[in-house]
């Protein structure tokens, strides 16, 4: 079954994208073409979007989904008037919130995504700039300064889960791949294990990794089945000989496999 889902927004369109993604996940059987418009600000957008959900729900022989985060009055109600199945998402929650708190919201378009707290801005860009840095085992004398530090064969996905773990909780993040040559010693390099509290360790089923190399490498020893066996297998003896935490990323998301990094190292977000 094909659904279309519209994530429409006077703002960015991330608040609804979200929570609506996070719905729809919920319903495996049924396949969405997911569409988000940021910014539909004006009466004519507002127009032209209405025609192009009408649209969608008469291809689809079934109502659009349109989740919106519309702060505008006017707009919203035209939007509402499309043959979708609307669910707006700041009068489902900001209503019963205001009258638990007996107070009116300021409905401000962009407010959950502007820089209000500068400290909180400035971290995020720290972050980001020190997993960029420190990525690929570029710089391990900056590790003291580091929060986590993540170990795993090349493209087991250290270096994405660093910038999100960077992006969405302020995390100071480096990473170290482990390399062939560092694998013929019997243990991890001597600068791991002097940071060794701050290692977490990401594998990867060997046929997973070796589909994911063989595109960068084709027909490569680096994209091996048996290569990619034999890093994974000696990483996965590293972590168990140093009691290091790990996770398996063969099926994970980026936001799961930060969630759970967080969870596991005792890390506090520096930003909400």
């Known amino acids: 079954?094909?659904?279309?889902?519209?994530?429409?927004?006077?703002?960015?369109?991330?608040?609804?994208?979200?929570?609506?993604?996070?719905?729809?996940?919920?319903f495996e059987n049924i396949d969405f073409e997911e569409i988000t418009?940021?910014?539909?600000?004006?009466?004519?957008?507002?127009?032209?979007?209405?025609?192009?959900?009408?649209?969608?729900?008469?291809?689809d022989g079934g109502a659009a989904i349109v989740f919106d985060t519309i702060v505008n009055e006017e707009i919203r109600a035209l939007i509402s008037a499309s043959n979708?199945?609307?669910?707006?998402?700041?009068?489902?929650?900001?209503?019963?919130?205001?009258?638990?708190?007996?107070?009116?919201?300021?409905?401000?378009v962009g407010k959950s995504h502007a820089i209000n707290e500068v400290d909180k801005y400035r971290a995020r860009i720290e972050s980001v700039n020190f997993a960029l840095d420190n990525d690929d085992g570029a710089r391990t004398k900056q590790y003291q300064h580091a929060d986590i530090i993540l170990v795993g064969v090349s493209r087991s996905g250290k270096t994405p889960?660093?910038?999100?773990?960077?992006?969405?909780f302020g995390i100071r993040a480096a990473n170290y791949p482990l390399t062939p040559e560092d694998m013929e010693a019997p243990d991890i390099p001597e600068i791991l294990k002097q940071h060794r509290h701050k290692l977490y360790g990401l594998t990867i089923d060997a046929f997973q990794l070796a589909a994911i190399r063989n595109e960068r490498r084709p027909n490569s020893r680096y994209?091996?089945?048996?290569?990619?066996?034999?890093?994974?297998?000696?990483?996965?003896?590293?972590?168990?000989?140093?009691r290091i935490g790990y996770i398996d990323t063969t099926n994970a998301s980026i936001e799961e496999i930060s969630t759970r990094i967080m969870a596991d190292a005792g890390l506090m977000r520096r930003i909400v």
């Open 84 to 108: 979708g199945f609307k669910i707006d998402v700041f009068s489902t929650f900001l209503k019963p919130l205001e009258r638990e708190l007996n107070t009116e919201s300021t409905y401000t």
């Open 223 to 242: 994209s091996s089945l048996d290569q990619c066996d034999f890093e994974t297998r000696t990483v996965e003896r590293y972590f168990k000989q140093n």
């Open 161 to 168: 889960t660093c910038l999100y773990l960077a992006l969405q």
């Open 1 to 26: 079954m094909k659904r279309t889902a519209y994530f429409i927004s006077d703002g960015t369109g991330i608040t609804a994208e979200t929570l609506g993604n996070s719905l729809l996940t919920q």
């Open 37 to 59: 418009l940021p910014y539909i600000d004006t009466v004519e957008k507002a127009k032209q979007t209405v025609e192009r959900i009408n649209k969608s729900c008469e291809d």
